[in-house]
């Protein structure tokens, strides 16, 4: 069963055993947040299947998969190429690795002795933003990023992409261009319109240039990178090639060096009605940014698909120039609550409203 925060002692002791330190995160009042699966080193992005099983992809070599309502993790799958992203999809688990996607058939019925997974699409390899992140979108397409292999230079087209791909035909198609690197994207429940993050560039200064929260409500467009970063900044080394007013300007600004990595819409019933429809953002923080920023959970609320707001939800993962643990995705679990990832506690959290 899921360890809720409750007990003081039980909070003092993670504290100083240097486990997750519950008591430092702050959250709206009426929220509670607690431990819903714990042991998963390097955490990263997380799918749910159709019996309540949380499958939790890794930055390490291995796979997890959580019972429902949460407890004691169990690995399905090891040995992996990095396996960061991970989708669920009638009845199979879609895995992605830095060069190939993998299926597990009939996955949930075979927990303790999964299957021979299939391959199902090659991708190109390399280290600089090579993770997958892997979603089906509402035309039962898998959708897979292939982000810029460099801080900042003008990649081949196959880069710097979000493509999508016929699982049945196996036909892959680009769907949009100048995304230097997406880790979260969903779609609106209302619109179905693709919404992504993206995480800006490096070393041209601490507060520039911001990450942005994207919307794509079609296919062929171009968000800049590039050659403009937040819709009005020139890169200083390929801004003079194309101006900004040739792009898909962000929806929201978001903090500059955040990572803003994993991000959903709250469509479940347990919040209060101003969480509904809105963007959960993971902000798993910045590297080389002084002060270091994010290492939070953001909400933007929209209205007629216009962002209105960008607020922090929940805090505290960082304490002073340490950081404790480090957010990465976000899911609507059944019951209405809220699952994050931590790829550095090596946790899952769970975040509820109302009565513990």
């Given at each position: 069963m899921m360890r809720l925060l409750l007990p003081l002692l039980l909070l003092a002791g993670c504290a100083s055993t240097g486990g997750p330190q519950l008591d430092t995160l702050k959250l709206p009042a009426g929220f509670q947040i607690g431990i819903y699966a714990e042991g998963i080193p390097a955490a990263r992005s997380l799918a749910l299947g159709e019996r309540g099983t949380l499958f939790v992809g890794t930055?390490?070599?291995?796979?997890?998969?959580?019972?429902?309502?949460?407890?004691?993790?169990?690995?399905?799958?090891?040995?992996?190429?990095?396996?960061?992203?991970?989708?669920?999809?009638?009845?199979?688990?879609?895995?992605?690795?830095?060069?190939?996607?993998?299926?597990?058939?009939?996955?949930?019925?075979?927990?303790?002795?999964?299957?021979?997974?299939?391959?199902?699409?090659?991708?190109?390899?390399?280290?600089?933003?090579?993770?997958r992140t892997?979603?089906?979108?509402?035309?039962?397409?898998?959708?897979?990023?292939?982000?810029?292999?460099?801080?900042?230079?003008?990649?081949?087209?196959?880069?710097?992409?979000?493509?999508?791909?016929?699982?049945?035909?196996?036909?892959?198609?680009?769907?949009?261009?100048?995304?230097?690197n997406t880790v979260g994207f969903d779609w609106h429940p209302r619109s179905k319109e693709l919404w992504f993050t993206d995480n800006g560039r490096d070393l041209i200064g601490h507060d520039a240039p911001p990450d942005e929260l994207n919307r794509a409500p079609k296919a062929g467009l171009h968000f800049g990178y590039p050659y403009c970063h937040g819709g009005d900044l020139q890169d200083p080394q390929f801004g003079q090639k194309r101006a900004c007013g040739e792009f898909t300007p962000p929806a929201q600004k978001l903090g500059a060096h955040v990572a803003a990595l994993g991000m959903r819409f709250y469509t479940g019933g347990q919040?209060?009605?101003?969480?509904?429809?809105?963007?959960?953002?993971?902000?798993?923080?910045?590297?080389?940014?002084?002060?270091?920023?994010?290492?939070?959970?953001?909400?933007?609320?929209?209205?007629?698909?216009?962002?209105?707001?960008?607020?922090?939800?929940?805090?505290?993962?960082?304490?002073?120039?340490?950081?404790?643990?480090?957010?990465?995705?976000?899911?609507?679990?059944?019951?209405?609550?809220?699952?994050?990832?931590?790829?550095?506690?090596?946790?899952?959290?769970?975040?509820?409203?109302?009565?513990k």
């Open positions: 930055k390490e070599k291995d796979v997890y998969a959580v019972p429902p309502g949460g407890g004691k993790p169990v690995v399905i799958a090891r040995d992996l190429q990095e396996p960061h992203g991970v989708a669920f999809r009638d009845g199979a688990l879609y895995v992605g690795e830095r060069s190939r996607i993998i299926r597990f058939d009939g996955i949930e019925a075979r927990l303790a002795n999964p299957p021979v997974p299939q391959v199902i699409a090659e991708l190109p390899r390399y280290k600089h933003h090579g993770l892997l979603r089906f979108g509402p035309d039962g397409m898998l959708y897979v990023p292939v982000g810029a292999p460099c801080n900042i230079c003008e990649p081949e087209a196959q880069y710097a992409v979000i493509d999508r791909i016929d699982i049945r035909s196996g036909k892959k198609e680009n769907f949009a261009k100048g995304v230097r919040f209060p009605a101003q969480y509904r429809d809105a963007i959960f953002i993971a902000e798993h923080g910045s590297w080389n940014r002084q002060p270091m920023t994010g290492y939070r959970i953001t909400v933007v609320r929209l209205k007629n698909d216009q962002s209105i707001s960008y607020e922090t939800f929940a805090e505290g993962w960082l304490k002073g120039k340490e950081a404790w643990g480090r957010p990465v995705d976000v899911i609507v679990a059944p019951d209405g609550a809220l699952l994050v990832s931590d790829d550095k506690a090596g946790v899952v959290y769970r975040i509820s409203y109302g009565s």
